[in-house]
């Protein structure tokens, strides 16, 4: 699970820092832009940066002209107090990060080359996203009593017609409006299907960016589908839009989300992008030891990493509490955070739910038009999971389902050769874009919007 780590945090990072901010909509508070990325601490940081220990975050990327680089942040700085507050972890930095909205000023404590050093960073108002040819609106809607930040992007001049809508459903601690000024799979996709014709909308997940709701890493993972059925209820109800014709895309874990979505609501049709298609466990084992083995891992280090997870992850669907696991297999305890919080940072119960699910069903009961898309460079699903959607369709009845297999294609839809390239491309956040994807997924949405 640790792969989708390392996507998250760089996403999750300028989220939290580089929430969109909505002009239109001013009944949610404005997080501001920073201008800077991080990591988690590693074991080799504590060696080569000769740190106290593995507490605080490492700066990973600070934008050019941004309020950190003003400021004097630099990559390789070590935050370790943000405000009064110690960093314990990057779970922990998020947690202080989310308290701080646009026009704050806040203190940073860092080390740098062993020296303490002080920055005080002000928060500025984000720039609204905009896009050549297109309406961008700032908006937000109601899930379960707790206000969500949207927004739609929409052909330029189309408020008098009722166009087809994409709902975009976000990938575990991925989210899709992240607005920040470099590569953006999801934004792309979404200005792309714009100027096709469709309102597309992204949403913050609760407690993120300006939604309102606790820590969006404390909602269990049925909450979060509410909240996506709650955004396709708000988008298929607007009177600018054609509410026969609205369809979900769903990436990485969001293709479980997405299939929920379409199993509970009339849609025109669901994309299944680079997603989970067998037990949860069978693919978790695969990628984990292949990550692993990208990594350079010993072998027999990997295999107990695999029965730490496995057996975690089968306990709590089992019922067990966390913290019979960790007395009982006290290997489990590294994939447990400061917060409590266990794989890629969500809750226990989050996973218990979520492993619960059983997919042949899920994606069996898929009525509409499907599209399985993904690239074959993508070290983070299999191929595998991919055509067993596709046979569980067709085997359940669907004879409207269309399986893309793009090579040279990695998880976010950026150009890498292999497996190799794709990891090395994770480690450093040099995504260069791949349009394949992106134009197959345009051509389906056409094809089935007509």
């Known amino acids: 699970m640790r792969h989708i780590c390392m996507v998250a945090r760089l996403a999750l990072a300028l989220l939290v820092t580089a929430s969109a901010c909505a002009a239109a909509d001013s009944s949610l508070r ?10 988690a601490v590693t074991e080799e940081d504590v060696s080569k940066l000769h740190l106290p220990g593995r507490k605080g975050v490492v700066v990973r990327v600070v934008l050019p002209g941004g309020s950190a680089e003003k400021a004097g942040l630099m990559p390789g700085d070590v935050i370790r107090e943000c405000g009064a507050d110690s960093v314990a972890d990057v779970s922990g930095f998020e947690t202080l990060w989310r308290r701080h909205y646009a026009g704050d000023r806040v203190r940073l404590s860092v080390l740098r080359a062993g020296a303490a050093r002080q920055f005080e960073v002000a928060l500025e108002p ?28 929409s052909p330029s ?8 809508a994409l709902l975009m459903v976000s990938a575990l601690n991925s989210p899709v409006l992240a607005t920040v000024p470099q590569y953006d799979m999801f934004r792309d996709l979404a200005h792309a299907a714009a100027r096709k014709g469709f309102r597309v909308l992204r ?3 609760r407690g993120s960016g300006d939604s309102e709701g606790d820590d969006f890493r404390t909602t269990d993972f049925s909450t979060e589908t509410a909240d996506n059925l709650a955004a396709f209820d708000y988008l298929a109800a607007r009177p600018d839009v054609d509410s026969s014709r609205v369809f979900v895309y769903g990436h990485s874990t969001g293709g479980m989300v997405a299939a929920t979505v379409v199993n509970r609501r009339r849609a025109a049709g669901v994309i299944l992008s680079s997603t989970i298609g067998r037990t949860y466990y069978e693919r978790m084992a695969q990628t984990l030891r292949l990550q692993s083995e990208l990594a350079g891992e010993q072998p027999a280090d990997i295999d107990s990493k695999i029965d730490d997870y496995l057996d975690l992850s089968l306990s709590l669907v089992r019922g067990e509490a966390l913290a019979d696991i960790l007395k009982r297999n006290p290997g489990t305890r590294k994939l447990v955070n400061s917060s ?19 997919l ?23 191929r595998a999971c991919h055509e067993h959607i596709r046979d569980v369709l067709v085997t359940a009845g669907n004879k409207d389902v269309e399986l893309a297999l793009i090579p040279g294609l990695d998880h976010h839809y950026a150009a890498a050769r292999d497996f190799k390239e794709s990891f090395a491309n994770y480690k450093t956040g040099a995504f260069r874009k791949d349009p394949a994807a992106e134009e197959r997924i345009l051509d389906w949405l056409s094809r089935n919007a007509d």
Do not use: C
Not at 132 to 151: I, M, N
Not at 349 to 355: E, H, I, K, S
């Open 30 to 39: 404005r997080h501001g832009l920073a201008g800077f990325a991080y990591r």
């Open 126 to 153: 984000y720039t609204e996203e905009t896009g050549e040819g297109l309406d961008v609106e700032y908006t937000s809607f109601v899930s379960s009593g707790v206000r969500l930040r949207a927004v739609i992007v």
């Open 157 to 164: 001049q189309s408020h008098t017609k009722k166009p087809p």
């Open 203 to 205: 949403f913050q997940l």
């Open 340 to 358: 409590g919080r266990i794989m890629d940072d969500r809750t226990p119960d989050y996973w218990r739910q979520m492993l619960g699910i059983n």
């Open 360 to 382: 042949a069903a899920l994606y069996g009961s898929i009525t509409w038009p499907v599209l399985v898309i993904r690239g074959d460079s993508d070290f983070l699903t299999q």
